[in-house]
């Protein structure tokens, strides 16, 4: 694909995108609910997902982290790319979330940049940091399950996240780095502080969980964000998902270990029955 026509779909998704708010709302959406956890270049995985679920039963909702950590030069924009090209295509039935890694400072640091000036140019960068800052934040299903990259705000009323304005770096605005960077740990009662050294995020608990559900009227929290062996983690009402199979960051036999067991992990909200089913593409098994 040459420089014009990325810079034709980044401009026709960012169209799309600059009309949606920062909360989506899905109210008796009459359709499958198809969660996908960070992708993170993860093309392969991507495709199997589309070939099974993108068709009139569902909504596709994924939770961000699209590009960064690929194996192969080329991974993240073609994995971005073919995600522009179905929400240009379906967008009521595509959402496409923000995730911390659809940031300036991430891209610049683990090889989204260094791809775009490898296989393009560097005057490429500032059309995808545009197009990235346009990703709405969070979606919330029947007033009842809430989903965003990392974790809920510290917010007295979810419509508040849509006073969150377009177009910014996550240091501007502290709900925003909070719903793109926070932690989720069971270890913990409240909260701590974020190990990850970002100043307005934080590891949310147990405590703090129940409370913030409570106190915002949500049943469940699916998000991503968190990686871990099994692809994903389900304490009761927060699901964190990890649908990218070939995580960079753990350690070679680590990883191969990882690869081995895991399939493609996705969450599932049938429209029949509210609760989240956890899928295994490749075995077919479910939780
Ligand atoms: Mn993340």
């Not at 296989?119 to 919330?140: G, H, R, V």
């Not at 705000?153 to 849509?162: A, G, K, Q, S, T």
Request: net charge positive; proline share 2%; with cysteine.
């Amino acid at each position: 694909m040459n420089k014009t026509d990325i810079i034709n779909i980044i401009n026709k998704a960012k169209n799309i995108l600059s009309n949606e708010p920062q909360l989506i709302k899905l109210n008796n959406p009459n359709k499958a609910i198809i969660v996908i956890g960070d992708l993170h270049s993860d093309y392969e995985s991507l495709d199997i997902i589309i070939k099974k679920y993108h068709n009139k039963e569902n909504i596709l909702v994924f939770v961000g982290d699209y590009v960064d950590r690929a194996v192969n030069l080329g991974d993240s924009i073609k994995t971005i790319i073919k995600l522009l090209e179905l929400k240009i295509n379906d967008s009521h039935n595509i959402m496409l979330l923000r995730g911390n890694h659809e940031f300036d400072i991430m891209n610049k640091k683990y090889g989204f940049h260094e791809e775009i000036k490898k296989l393009y140019d560097e005057s490429l960068i500032k059309n995808w940091s545009e197009l990235f800052s346009l990703l709405p934040l969070s979606l919330l299903i029947d007033n009842s399950t809430f989903i965003a990259h990392a974790g809920i705000p510290e917010v007295d009323n979810l419509d508040e996240i849509n006073k969150i304005k377009k177009g910014l770096q996550y240091e501007q605005n502290v709900l925003l780095d909070q719903l793109v960077w926070n932690d989720f740990s069971t270890t913990i009662d409240d909260r701590s502080n974020s190990l990850r050294g970002v100043k307005n995020s934080f590891i949310g608990g147990k405590t703090y969980f129940e409370k913030k559900t409570r106190e915002l009227g949500i049943k469940n929290f699916i998000r991503g964000h968190q990686p871990n062996l099994k692809g994903y983690t389900f304490n009761k009402r927060c699901v964190t998902l990890q649908t990218c199979r070939r995580y960079t960051e753990y350690p070679k036999e680590e990883k191969e270990g990882l690869i081995a067991v895991k399939g493609v992990i996705i969450a599932k909200i049938n429209k029949a029955k509210p609760n989240i089913e956890i899928i295994d593409i490749f075995s077919g098994k479910n939780e």
